[in-house]
């Protein structure tokens, strides 16, 4: 355990340049305030700044403003293809040869495709009325939707003449139908409980980076040296100080990050950070920005671009003493959106790292957007690259 020293202040990091040390500061600054503006007793003054505790509400089966639904490309291939699975199966094992499973596939495809894209076109374009009703209703009303589908679909497979079915058989394919809207919507609430931990994941670890020893002692120690010379700089330093805190610390409740934020907000985040880490590295440390504004309201997940400039800063520059450049790119493509960040490559870094931020970022991004947004990272021509695509 690191202990005092004998002046009564904290070593100071050897990576700190800012010149000579100030003198400590007082703990018990005198009040002069007057006696009827000064906090009250039993009213500390950071009470506006406590945390409370609130009971988490689990995610609403269906949302307006959830990315990943019944409308996303990805659900709609995972529908049509497990329907077309499991139906294949079926009828291979009623058929006795392959021409038989063949033509009964052909003819049975026709009304699964139709049901299947029927409801899900009908379930989207309803999304926002059903948003609105209760639990019970946004289950029941869907499934109840994919037995009639599926019943429909039965006679269209009689009004294109490639089978007769039975009374039985019918209310099979509407059971069929019910069954395969309430796995379907079973399998969107798992997923979108399973984002509940990975947005936990994103916020401790922006949690522990914010509040690691190394970052924050630097920071303070950054500030109190500019106090005396730079009061403005100093608090310019504390603010985005507090601001990367505000954001780390941030509660809103489960789902909330399902929507994403702005990719501007993310920018800027990030460039508080460099800002606090450019007052340490000074030179060592060069950003180039390459925004493109057509990309700054594109929605992507909270905590996205911070992670990605933290690695790049502690595995590119921190170890060099030439230090390095880091490269943040944003760029719109059509109905996509592009995200780089390349640092250069030198020395190894000290600490060795365990990808955690990668694979986290990796996690949230195919949470959102899943099959739609790819992430792609390594080394090339002296940099690492870490390449997001996304759709806007």
Same mark, same amino acid.
């Given at each position: 355990?690191?202990?005092? !020293? ?14 000579? !040390? ?17 906090? !009250? ?112 679909? !039965?006679l269209l497979l009689e009004a294109v003449e490639l089978g007769r079915l039975g009374a039985l058989q019918r ?60 009061p403005n700089r100093a608090e310019e330093v504390l603010e985005d100080l507090a601001e990367l805190f505000r ?77 390095g450049d880091v490269d943040i790119v944003t760029r719109a493509r059509g109905g996509e959106i592009e995200i ?53």
């Amino acid at each position: 355990m690191t202990s005092r !020293s004998t002046n009564g202040r904290w070593p100071r990091d050897d990576a700190d340049a800012l010149g000579p !040390s100030t003198q400590p500061l007082s703990t018990q600054p005198a009040d002069t305030r007057p006696a009827d503006t000064r906090p !009250s007793p039993t009213q500390p003054p950071w009470e506006e700044t406590r945390l409370e505790a609130r009971a988490a509400e689990p995610p609403r089966l269906i949302d307006a403003q959830r990315r990943f639904d019944v409308c996303h490309v990805g659900l709609v291939l995972r529908a049509v293809l497990g329907v077309q699975l499991a139906l294949s199966l079926g009828l291979a094992m009623a058929s006795e040869t392959a021409g038989q499973w063949a033509w009964s596939m052909g003819g049975a495809s026709v009304a699964s495709l139709s049901a299947v894209l029927a409801w899900l076109l009908i379930v989207c374009a309803a999304k926002a009325v059903l948003a609105r009703l209760p639990e019970w209703a946004q289950w029941a009303l869907p499934i109840a939707l994919g037995a009639a589908c599926a019943f429909a679909g !039965s006679l269209l497979l009689e009004a294109v003449e490639l089978g007769r079915l039975g009374a039985l058989q019918r209310i099979a394919a509407a059971l069929s139908g019910a069954l395969a809207a309430g796995l379907l919507l079973g399998w969107l609430k798992l997923r979108e409980r399973a984002q509940a931990p990975a947005d936990a994941l994103a916020r401790l670890v922006e949690l522990q980076s914010r509040i690691r020893p190394h970052f924050l002692f630097n920071t303070l120690n950054t500030a109190i040296a500019l106090v005396r010379v730079d009061p403005n700089r100093a608090e310019e330093v504390l603010e985005d100080l507090a601001e990367l805190f505000r954001v780390a610390l941030a509660d809103e409740g489960p789902g909330a990050g399902a929507e994403g934020v702005r990719l501007d907000q993310e920018v800027e985040l990030a460039r508080r950070y460099l800002a606090i880490e450019q007052l340490r590295f000074g030179n060592r440390l060069r950003v180039h920005w390459q925004l493109d504004p057509h990309a700054a309201e594109a929605r992507v997940p909270p905590l996205l671009l911070q992670p990605l400039v933290e690695n790049a800063v502690r595995h590119g520059v921190e170890p060099n003493d030439q230090g390095g450049d880091v490269d943040i790119v944003t760029r719109a493509r059509g109905g996509e959106i592009e995200i780089r960040v390349v640092n250069t490559v030198g020395l190894p870094s000290r600490g060795q790292g365990h990808g955690l931020a990668l694979r986290n970022v990796r996690q949230r991004l195919r949470l959102m957007h899943d099959v739609a947004a790819r992430l792609e990272a390594g080394p090339g021509d002296g940099r690492f690259v870490v390449r997001i695509v996304m759709p806007r």
